[in-house]
């Protein structure tokens, strides 16, 4: 339920308890609010959405905090402000704050990228995601795959977002002893079904 200023009480919590980045998240926070966004609590922090669909999600890190567009890749960044997390990540982007300053300064170019995701949405615009076949297997989990049957059986059982998920992971290490320390230790998950972050 939102207060007269669209305000969701069940989300306050979260700017309460801020100590580092409270200002900052604080005006993040009037300005989603400002765009006529509704606002709720999704993986722990505070989420806008337009007509039950995410827009974009407030969050917090140690060296800045950050406005994060779900389909980030589908806007014009005519700022040049949208940043790609990690190079997996295919559909989101953020926007980092490190002052309350920055956020005051382009508090109506921010609102034109929320206006501009909100349109994304009602567009039924989608992003065009990775297959999980596109996606390299490390030699070091191909040989794993080949000499375990029941490994092989039990990856390819995981949804198509797990496997990717195992796949980035255990890709990322450059050192071919460091890749097969990450596989040994989750093979046993993969065994019993479980994704990476299960």
């Known amino acids: 339920m939102q207060d007269a200023n ?3 009480p069940r989300v306050d919590f ?6 580092k980045w409270q200002e900052e998240i604080t005006l993040l926070r009037s300005i989603a609010l400002d ?9 722990g922090c505070p989420c806008y959405l337009s007509q039950e669909k995410n827009i974009v999600l407030i969050h917090v ?6 406005f994060l567009f779900f389909k980030g890749v589908l806007l014009k960044d005519t700022h040049g402000m949208l940043i790609q997390q990690t190079k997996n990540v ?7 704050f490190t002052n309350v300053r920055e956020i005051k300064k382009n508090r109506a170019i921010l609102k034109a990228y929320i206006y501009q995701a909100v349109e994304v949405e009602k567009a039924g615009l989608k ?22 049957p029941a490994l092989k059986t039990s990856f390819y059982a995981l949804t ?8 980035f992971y255990f890709s990322q290490p450059k050192q ?23």
């Open 14 to 19: 979260y700017f309460n308890k801020a100590t």
């Open 35 to 43: 765009c006529q966004l509704n606002e709720e609590l999704k993986w």
């Open 6 to 8: 669209g305000m969701n």
């Open 176 to 198: 071919s002893i460091t890749r097969e320390s990450r596989i040994e230790k989750h093979m046993k998950k993969i065994l019993n079904g479980k994704g990476l972050d299960d």
């Open 90 to 96: 295919q559909a989101a982007r953020q926007i980092r």
């Open 160 to 167: 198509p977002g797990r496997q990717r998920a195992y796949l």
């Open 61 to 66: 890190f140690k060296e800045y905090c950050a």
């Open 127 to 148: 992003v065009q995601l990775k297959k999980t076949r596109e996606v390299p297997v490390p030699e070091e989990f191909q040989h794993k795959l080949n000499k375990i």
